[in-house]
């Protein structure tokens, strides 16, 4: 089995496995418009146990995790959403489920400095509910009535993803990139600011050490 990012030419069976695990399905651009905006956070598991017959043959997609950034944060914080995720029948309680949203969490925090992500899931849901609370660590933040179009209720439910971002420090280090994105506006205006406050010092020459750490060749 692999788990791989989802790419534009999986679309089509990503949508066929949606239709048939999901009663929640979406327009081909509302995926292609997650694949586009945040390629970074979804996944698909494909079964390459079955060999192609031809170069041609689609990829055995057997599960799914379909993810975003929150485009305009109410709180303000930056977080991820899974929008979607599912595994066939036939290909179930082998852990495909835990390990997609564990990588589209991870590209959250890695990617987009994710502080937490959020989902929504029927109240009826036993088998996804138990995924997400006590495997992954979900909490159920309020329910939300009459969430999905058939008048169910929907959990709403939410992940800390700091965990992630101390274990990726650990391994790797702070991360001494530039910021981007809001962010990087943020600590652009702050980096603006810390220049107005600067003064002019002098340094080398301007402190009369020329002399000692070049020589003035011209004199000579
Ligand atoms: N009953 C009880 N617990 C379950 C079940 C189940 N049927 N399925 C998974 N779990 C729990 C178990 O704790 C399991 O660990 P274990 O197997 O060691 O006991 C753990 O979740 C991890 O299971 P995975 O093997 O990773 O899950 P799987 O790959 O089978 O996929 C999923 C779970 C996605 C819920 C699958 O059953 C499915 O596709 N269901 C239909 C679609 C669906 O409901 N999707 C979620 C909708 S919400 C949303 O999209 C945001």
Redesign the pocket.
Same mark, same amino acid.
Request: net charge positive.
């Given at each position: 089995m692999d788990i791989r990012v989802l790419t534009p030419s999986d679309i089509p069976h990503v949508q066929s496995t949606n239709i048939t695990?999901?009663p *929640?399905n979406y327009f081909l651009k509302y995926y292609l418009y997650h694949a586009l905006s945040w390629p970074q956070l979804s996944y698909v598991?494909v079964d390459v146990c079955r060999p192609k017959k031809t170069p041609y043959d689609p990829p055995k997609i057997v @599960?799914y995790?379909?993810a975003k950034m929150e485009e305009e944060p109410a709180n303000g914080i930056p977080h991820g959403h899974?929008?979607?995720?599912?595994?066939?029948?036939t290909?179930?309680?082998? @852990?495909?489920? *835990?390990?997609?949203?564990k990588q589209s969490q991870r590209a959250m925090v890695e990617t987009y400095n994710a502080q937490y992500v959020s989902?929504?899931?029927?109240v009826s849901?036993? =088998? =996804?509910?138990?995924?997400?609370r006590?495997?992954?660590g979900f909490e159920v933040e309020k329910v939300e009535s009459k969430y999905y179009a058939d008048g169910e209720d929907a959990y709403s439910m939410k992940m800390n993803l700091e965990f992630i971002k101390e274990q990726l420090e650990e391994t790797y280090g702070k991360d001494e990139g530039e910021a981007v994105g809001e962010e990087g506006k943020e600590n652009g205006k702050k980096d603006d600011e810390k220049k107005e406050r600067k003064r002019k010092v002098k340094i080398g020459r301007g402190l009369g050490v020329g002399d000692l750490v070049e020589k003035n060749e011209s004199k000579a």
């Open positions: 695990n999901l *929640e598991a @599960g995790v379909l899974i929008t979607s995720l599912s595994v066939m029948r290909h179930r309680r082998l @852990g495909l489920a *835990e390990k997609l949203m989902l929504h899931v029927r849901n036993v =088998a =996804a509910l138990k995924l997400y006590d495997t992954l």
